[in-house]
């Protein structure tokens, strides 16, 4: 059965130009049922059965109630965002997180000139996962460094310093020289991300 807390929540909002069809939803749930089974199993993909749904009529009823599944677990979720600060506050540090990635990768992108890297469709896609592998390093190598930070003021007992290593973000590329030289042949020089973090001031 359609879960209880969505339909006594959402039966009853009121922001909705049209009302959902909940009589088409329990008409169509054994059908959708199934649907979410062969995607939760990887028997398909989303693009598939959708193009399967598309294709035939007799299929009209369950796409349509699919359709009106998904407004009620949107206007559920608007309910949600809505009524709990916490998660607009969660909501709103995801998006920082991924804008702040974007903004990295546009600083890759444009380091050494902002040309193409590349003539075609493949080189142009093996610049892009190049950049986002350049990004992921500069990430954890960030994280790195925060994770030896964290350790050795736990050690010292410097909660002052651990409170603003909450506000740091292991997205930042302020300390990287992305337009230098780097040279990828074997070495045994290594970071010593120890010593480092006894080094690192930090104001609360």
């Known amino acids: ?16 130009r049209v ?34 749904l598309c294709r035939y009529k007799s299929n009209t009823a369950t796409l349509k109630a699919l359709a009106e599944y998904d407004r ?18 969660h909501v ?13 990768r546009r600083v890759i992108a444009e380091t050494n000139g902002k040309k193409f890297r590349g003539s075609h469709h493949a080189e142009l896609t093996l610049w892009n996962e190049c950049a986002r592998l350049i990004a992921n390093c500069v990430i954890h190598y960030n994280a790195q460094i925060l994770s030896e930070l964290k350790e050795f003021n736990e050690h010292e007992g410097r909660s002052e310093n651990l ?11 302020f300390h990287i020289n992305f337009s230098g030289f780097y040279s990828f042949a074997d070495s ?9 973090a006894r080094t690192v001031h930090l104001e609360a």
């Open 1 to 16: 059965m359609i879960q209880a807390w969505l339909l006594q929540d959402v039966i009853s909002c009121t922001f909705l």
């Open 19 to 52: 009302p959902i069809d909940w009589e088409l939803i329990t008409r169509e749930w054994e059908n959708i049922c199934r649907l979410m089974i062969s995607l939760g199993q990887h028997k398909t993909s989303q693009s598939v059965l959708i193009k399967k």
């Open 72 to 89: 009620a677990i949107k206007a559920q979720y608007i309910l949600d965002y809505i009524d709990s600060e916490t998660l607009r506050r």
């Open 92 to 104: 709103q540090r995801a998006l920082n997180r991924g804008e702040a990635f974007h903004q990295l």
């Open 163 to 173: 409170e603003a290593l909450k506000r740091i973000s292991p997205v930042a590329w």
């Open 188 to 196: 045994e020089n290594s970071h010593d991300f120890s010593a480092l």
